[in-house]
Every structure is written in structure tokens, then in C-alpha cells.
């Protein structure tokens, strides 16, 4: 099994930067495929980025593509994300997940959940 803890969530300004972090625990991270989900209010959980075990693949949504972007440090047992130009409808609690092996932009299919990181985005 792996625990999953997120950091780095906030208020920021249309236009700013944040950048997520999401440690992980317990079994050899380099095993998991790690992926990045968001909810925000009255809507359902969305994928937003996916990257395979060894940093290769990543995987985003249309609506985060060319501002986000997911990279890991196995060394560090770490996911990241980085998200720039950030929008108001980038508001949301920001998941991070882990599945063996493989990338899915599915969150069904992963195992492994943390609790999660608030993102405000202030117009």
C-alpha cells in the first residue's frame, strides 16, 4: 500500500502560479503510476494530469494542457504540479492518486487517493 499526502494549495490571483506537491509512503513508489485529479463544488471528480512510473507519458486534459504540467522525483517519493495562467475555474480540491503500473485518466481505476488540497483562484 502507499499513503498520499498533498501540499502546496492556496489563493492566488487569475494569472498566478502554484505548484502542488503529493508525497507518498509505505510500498516503492516507483511501482505506481501517479495522476492528478480535481472537484470542485457540485461537480464530479476530473482528471487532470497523468504520468507513468518513470516520469515518461504524462498525460493532461484539454482544459489544463499547456498550463500544468505533472513531473515526479522517484528519489523523493513526490508527484508535482505545476500550474501556471491559472483560472477561476481552475478552483477546486486538488487529488493526487496512485495505481500500479499504469497511467489512466480514469479515477476509478486508481487505489490510492490523498486527502486532497484546496485551490482558490480570484478573478
Known amino acids: 500500500q502507499v499513503q498520499l499526502v498533498e501540499s502546496g494549495g492556496g489563493l492566488v490571483q487569475a494569472g498566478g502560479s502554484l505548484r502542488l506537491s503529493c508525497a507518498a509512503s509505505g510500498r516503492s513508489f516507483g511501482v505506481y503510476a501517479m495522476g492528478w485529479f480535481r472537484q470542485a463544488p457540485g461537480k464530479e471528480r476530473e482528471f487532470v494530469a497523468t504520468?507513468?512510473?518513470?516520469?515518461?507519458?504524462?498525460s493532461y486534459a484539454d482544459a489544463v494542457k499547456g498550463r500544468f504540467t505533472i513531473s515526479r522525483d522517484n528519489a523523493k517519493s513526490t508527484v508535482y504540479l505545476q500550474m501556471n495562467v491559472l483560472k477561476p475555474e481552475d478552483t477546486a480540491v486538488y487529488y493526487c492518486a496512485a495505481r500500479e503500473r499504469y497511467i489512466s485518466e480514469y479515477y476509478s481505476k486508481y487505489n490510492y487517493w490523498g486527502q486532497g488540497t484546496q485551490v482558490t483562484v480570484s478573478s
Open positions: 504520468i507513468g512510473c518513470s516520469g515518461g507519458i504524462p
